[in-house]
């Protein structure tokens, strides 16, 4: 089974300080997502990866950025958390340019106050 | 880009009866639509998903129809048990998962 871990499963934060949300993945996939779910609103693509070192911006990219130095990690990174960023975030990560199967993380519930 | 609108957000029915979710979509060059569910406290994990070049898919209980024509899908889930209870999301996408364009997602409440 693919498996996609979240580093923390709930996070309380100032609104300010510095966030990391990390995510790693153990099927070699080639691509990793990072999407914000909010009640109404469904998943929203915040940044994608399709390789080491490279990015794209998804629908939502204002106030995040991210890192993949490594294959099966990437990081979601919050400058200065504010409030309106309050949120659940999922990783995720697929293979390749196929199936378009995604395989979700637990989701960071993040608190920023 | 991809816009899809997913109804009702909020749906109840009794145990044995059936559940239909609709969505619709706007980019005509869309090609790929899954079905994902997410229980409470978990993660969202694909159920069932179809090809624009079929008009329906079933597996088991739950079923996906696709009317290209009206740009519009389904997901049917027939002799409903309290386990079906979960959030819906459907999806569009006209490439990969990198152009993947998710639903608002409808709570499916299964009442015993």
């Known amino acids: 089974d693919v498996k996609v871990t979240q580093s923390s499963r709930y996070l309380v934060k100032r609104t300010g300080e510095k966030v990391f949300l990390e995510c790693v993945q153990d099927?070699?996939?080639?691509?990793m997502f990072w999407y914000r779910q909010d009640p109404g609103l469904g998943l929203r693509l915040i940044y994608f990866s399709y390789d080491v070192k490279m990015k794209e911006k998804g629908d939502i990219p204002e106030g995040y950025s991210v890192s993949r130095e490594k294959k099966e990690r990437f990081s979601l990174i919050l400058e200065s958390a504010s409030t309106n960023q309050t949120s659940m975030y999922l990783c995720a990560s697929c293979r390749g340019q196929a199936t378009g199967e995604l395989f979700f993380g637990e989701g960071s519930r993040l608190t920023v106050l | 880009g991809e816009n899809v609108e997913q109804h009702p957000s909020t749906l109840s029915v009794q145990e044995g009866d059936s559940a239909v979710i609709k969505c619709t979509y706007s980019d005509s060059a869309s090609n790929y639509f899954p079905w994902y569910k997410q229980e409470l406290g978990k993660r969202p994990q694909l159920i069932i998903d179809i090809r624009s070049n079929v008009g329906e898919k079933k597996d088991q209980r739950i079923a996906v129809t696709l009317n290209k024509t009206a740009k519009h899908f389904s997901l049917h889930i027939t002799e409903t048990q309290p386990e079906d209870s979960a959030v819906y999301f459907c999806?569009?996408?006209?490439?990969?998962?990198?152009?993947?364009?998710f639903g608002s997602g409808t709570q499916l409440t299964v009442l015993p």
């Open positions: 999806a569009a996408s006209y490439g990969s998962a990198r152009q993947l364009t």
């Open positions: 099927m070699d996939h080639e691509n």
